[in-house]
Nanobody, 128 residues
Framework: QVQLVESGGGSVQAGGSLRLSCAVSGSIYSRYLMGWFRQAPGKEREGVAALYISTGRTYKADSVKGRFTISQDNTKNTLSLQMNSLKPDDTAMYYC?????????????????????WGQGTQVTVSS
């Protein structure tokens, strides 16, 4: 089992920054894929960024490229999402997720269905 606990959400004005953290515990293996997702009211869950633990390779949605950075701190078992130049459209509940890393043909690292373990989320609100 894997446990994920997000923190760092809050309210910020447009153009501001926030740093989300995900405390990871349990049986995580080097092949695992870690991701950040978000879901706004009335919208589907959207993949924001993902990272392979073993290689550090990252993936990001086009909407956050140049603004968000995903990173890992293995010594602290923490996954982070640095969010800069925030926009009102970034307002959502943000979730940390973990995947055993076995993607089926046609799936991508930002697809929610490839992730098995989920945190409870942290709210991010960006005002204009």
């Amino acid at each position: 089992q894997v446990q994920l606990v997000e923190s760092g959400g809050g309210s910020v004005q447009a153009g501001g920054s926030l740093r989300l953290s995900c405390a990871v515990s349990g049986s995580i293996y080097s092949r695992y894929l870690m991701g950040w997702f978000r879901q706004a009211p009335g919208k589907e869950r959207e993949g924001v960024a993902a990272l392979y633990i073993s290689t550090g390779r990252t993936y990001k949605a086009d909407s956050v490229k140049g603004r968000f950075t995903i990173s890992q701190d293995n010594t602290k078992n923490t996954l982070s999402l640095q969010m800069n130049s925030l926009k009102p459209d970034d307002t959502a509940m943000y979730y940390c997720a973990a995947s055993p890393g076995f993607l089926t043909y046609g799936s991508s690292e930002l697809d929610a269905h490839v992730y098995t373990f989920w945190g409870q989320g942290t709210q991010v609100t960006v005002s204009s």
